[in-house]
């Protein structure tokens, strides 16, 4: 028959692989929630700068209704796209980009007048995501936040 060790020295590997088990679980928890408060701050700091940018642009379009979408108008004007440069540096897109869902950063869109500022944010839906029309007669208007792709 087996003897009882009456010095039971160590752990056994079942009692190894429980504890391993359980500091899995806890790491993958608290890994999912750093992540999503990660996310929400993220959207919470690029919406307050696509706000900014929208800003940014109204001022722009009073202090000179002449100015031009982008650079490849400029024999009209200043330029939109060098003035928005200039206060945000490479941060901004110019083009289409937001009004597909799959943009990344903030994105500046023209159609005649108006200008839309939008940000797709990193939480689902649109949670995270903000579009803001600027006009020179109506300034700055929150608009329909578009769903992440």
Do not use: C, H
Not at 36 to 46: I, P, R
Not at 47 to 53: D, H, I, L, R, S
């Amino acid at each position: 028959m087996l003897k009882l060790r009456k010095n039971k020295k160590g752990f056994t590997l079942v009692e190894l692989i429980v504890v391993i088990a359980i500091m899995a679980v806890l790491a993958g928890t608290v890994a999912g929630v750093t992540v999503s408060q990660l996310n929400k701050q993220t959207d919470n700091a690029n919406k307050t700068q696509a706000k900014k940018v929208a800003d940014t642009i109204y001022e722009e379009l009073v202090q000179n209704p002449d100015i031009v979408a982008n650079k490849a108008d400029l024999a009209t004007g200043a330029s939109m796209q060098e003035a928005l440069e200039e206060a945000y540096g490479t941060a901004i897109t110019w083009g289409a980009q937001g009004t597909s869902g799959g943009a990344v950063g903030i994105t500046v869109d023209k159609d005649g007048k108006t200008y839309t500022v939008t940000y797709v944010g990193k939480q689902s839906d649109t949670k995270g995501s903000v579009t803001y029309t600027v006009t020179s007669e109506n300034g700055v208007q929150p608009g329909t936040p578009i769903a992440k792709a």
